[in-house]
């Protein structure tokens, strides 16, 4: 009845969005597009001369290492996130209402604080004459103070800090909404702690999983603030060497192809993940957790603004 | 005689975090191959006890065997019981055959023999042709069915059932407990199953547990349950029942019998015959005296014998009356409701407005033999002493049902 009304009119009220989208997603990914393919002249000028030459220049042996050292910090930044919020996300799932809140609570607020401003912080922190190595050098455990940041510890402290909550929130809807009675029934059919948490548990809380994940790979691999604050000069991450292509190469198209690669990734990335979903959906026709909506943060009942 | 005995509580209590006592010092045991029942109101720790005996909860104190061995300490999945849930807790990521292979597979059985077993255990409750179904298209039947066989093919020791049938609408649950009862027989398997339903329990168990408040009332087979209940909240719980209770003394009936005299608050003073298995309460100790809708006889004049002054005593007060030899009990009261059940009618007579009326069971016989009965108007509730049963006044901590 409702689908049929809305049908016939003509949908009014998505016009504003609409108009967003295009003005604000459609006209710059094809202005990026275009750019991509042309070329930064010999004086600065970018020249009308059409070519996928900056698409071929992106495979030459230093940015492909550039693009393998971002996968691999994208990768363990995940699995470690993974690692972190899979228990936080339990127990959260387990607790009391009350305390559910008060969880959920703790998570977020930190995401009040300016990204930049939380970064920064822990430079302070980590940094020679920092929290850390002051503690520990009253203590006596150590007499020269550890490096910590301004290396790949440093980027990973801070990639982990800042992405943790996008892996515990879809983590945290997921399990929250799994029957726990299941578990009993595991046991009670003769499974091992392990066998539960393989054979019930994870497969029922893979919508969780792979939601997080897809959260933190897709940003983490295209990061550019905390390798830059906190990586210090050494490390080249694809993040960081958009922005130096733009700004100190000042090679715009050049800049825009690889921007371009890493839209496509994402994308990719996603659909891949979509597909497989509705595949599995489509064999079992099951929808065991109702899969988070992709949108976990609004399901939590929280937004966040980084 | 203890490797006759499948299961034993020997003393056991149950609690839960800030001291709240679920279950209160049982002892009991069920025999190989029984089928036995926990019947109680919501609350009152029977599925605790379950899941006591599953291992997903251990004893405060308290010892529970399993073949005179003590289990306490053993996990569950080293524990031959297995549970069908009171929701089923089927795996909705796994389809009907994977979800009834679930306990095969986690002992690392053959495929083969999964194979075999499973499909015989799908055959035997006519699930056969739903191998691939994913759990969501399944009705609550059907979902009760492969519940009942997930557990049923690991071939337990004792097959709990939570409330199975709670889910599902009458035709069906009446369907199941025929089921459920044809596979127990055929199988042999310890069945204990947990029900607030009382008609489901009796019908079903060999023996069946009260339990009220983490205690057990009263444990015997359902005759003697709704026969002889052992308390005031067993005759309530099993079946409509009139309860009444006062001190008791004791006191000749007619023909010399011993019997006992209750002197209630408000129905006078009411006769039981005196039973030699009981003990006779102490005298002045308050007791209940119960009968069955169904022993009650009305009548439109008094039971011959009777001295008209007696009978009509202030609210219908009731004497010590001899008809045929017999003591019978007799109140007056007015007809206040007439429930028409097809072979019976259930009737309530209001006996005064303070108390709560007497409900009798008539027989639907034949239309000419009882005159037809008429709101409004007093009739006679008549029953024999020996109808009436001497029961310990449970002290009234649950919710009754109505």
Not at chain 1, 244 to 262: H, I, N, V, W, Y
Not at chain 1, 298 to 303: E, Q
Not at chain 2, 195 to 213: C, F, K, P, W, Y
Not at chain 2, 376 to 383: L, P, Q
């Amino acid at each position: 009845m409702t689908s049929k009304q809305s049908r016939r009119r003509p949908p009014l009220l998505i016009l504003p969005s609409l108009a967003w989208f295009i003005v604000f997603l459609i006209i710059p990914i094809g202005i990026v597009l275009l750019y991509s393919i042309r070329h930064k002249g010999a004086y600065g000028q970018i020249d009308w001369h059409l070519s996928l030459d900056n698409y071929r220049r992106a495979f030459e042996p230093i940015y492909l290492l550039i693009v393998v050292r971002s996968l691999w910090l994208a990768a363990y930044t995940t699995a470690i996130c993974l690692a972190l919020s899979y228990p936080l996300a339990y127990f959260m799932a387990r607790s009391s209402d009350s305390a559910k809140k008060i969880l959920l609570a703790l998570v977020i607020i930190p995401f009040w604080t300016n990204f930049v401003i939380r970064v920064y912080s822990l430079k302070l922190v980590l940094g020679e004459n920092g929290t850390i190595n002051t503690i520990l050098m009253k203590l006596q455990l150590i007499t020269v103070p550890l490096q910590l940041v301004d290396n790949q510890f440093g980027v990973s402290i801070g990639m982990v800090y800042n992405y943790l909550p996008f892996m515990v929130l879809p983590m945290y809807v997921a399990l929250d909404k799994f029957d726990f009675t299941l578990m009993d029934a595991a046991y009670d059919l003769g499974a091992t702690k392990t066998q539960t948490i393989l054979r019930v548990l994870l497969p029922l809380s893979l919508p969780g999983i792979v939601t997080g994940s897809l959260f933190v790979f897709i940003p983490a691999f295209g990061e550019f603030v905390i390798p830059d604050l906190l990586g210090g000069s050494q490390s080249m991450y694809v993040g960081t060497l958009i922005t130096e292509t733009f700004l100190k190469s000042r090679d715009g198209p050049f800049g825009s192809a690889l921007s371009s690669f890493l839209v496509l990734f994402a994308m990719g990335a996603f659909m891949f993940v979509l597909s497989r979903q509705a595949a599995a959906d489509e064999t079992q026709r099951l929808r065991p957790l109702e899969g988070p909506a992709l949108t976990p943060a609004a399901d939590a009942g929280v937004s966040l603004h980084v | 005689m203890s490797d006759q005995l499948e299961l034993e509580f020997e003393h056991v209590t149950k609690m839960f975090t800030g001291d709240r006592v679920v279950v209160k010092n049982l002892s009991f045991s069920v025999k190989k191959g029984e089928f036995f029942s926990f019947l109680g109101p919501s609350g009152c720790g029977k599925t605790t006890c379950l899941r006591m005996v599953s291992g997903l909860e251990r004893p405060t104190s308290g010892l529970v065997r399993m073949s005179g061995k003590v289990v306490n300490d053993i996990h569950p999945h080293k524990r031959n019981v297995h549970t069908v849930f009171q929701k089923y807790a089927l795996f909705p990521h796994l389809n009907v055959f994977e979800n009834v292979a679930f306990g095969l597979r986690m002992k690392k059985r053959p495929a083969a023999e999964i194979k075999e077993r499973v499909d015989r255990m799908l055959r035997m409750v006519s699930m056969q042709d739903y191998t691939r179904r994913s759990i969501q298209q399944l009705s609550g039947g059907e979902q009760q069915r492969v519940a009942l066989v997930r557990a049923l093919v690991n071939e337990p020791a004792i097959l709990l059932l939570d409330e199975p049938l709670a889910a599902l609408d009458l035709k069906l649950r009446e369907q199941m407990q025929r089921e459920l009862s044809a596979l127990q027989k055929q199988l042999g398997t310890t069945f204990i199953f947990v029900t607030h339903d009382q008609g489901e329990a009796l019908t079903l168990s060999d023996r069946v547990a009260i339990m009220n408040a983490g205690n057990i009332e009263q444990i015997g087979t359902p005759t003697e349950v709704y026969e002889q209940p052992a308390t005031t909240f067993v005759a309530r719980f099993v079946g409509t029942t009139n309860v009444f209770s006062g001190p008791a003394s004791q006191t000749n009936l007619s023909g010399g019998m011993p019997g006992v005299a209750v002197a209630t608050d408000g129905f006078g003073t009411l006769f039981a015959k005196l039973d030699e298995a009981r003990p006779l309460p102490a005298a002045g100790d308050s007791v209940g005296l119960v009968v069955r809708p169904e022993k009650i006889r009305i009548r439109v004049t008094a039971p011959a014998a009777t001295s008209p002054s007696s009978a009509h005593a202030a609210n219908g007060a009731p004497e010590a009356q001899t008809p045929g030899g017999h003591t019978v009990n007799v109140l007056r009261g007015t007809l206040i409701e007439r429930i028409y059940f097809g072979p019976t009618t259930q009737i309530k007579l209001q006996i005064s407005d303070r108390l709560p009326p007497i409900i009798a069971l008539v027989a639907n016989q034949t239309a000419t033999k009882m005159p037809s009965l008429k709101m409004g108007e007093r009739y006679y509730a008549v029953w024999d002493a020996a109808d009436s049963i001497l029961v310990a006044s449970s002290p009234a901590t649950a919710p009754l049902p109505a």
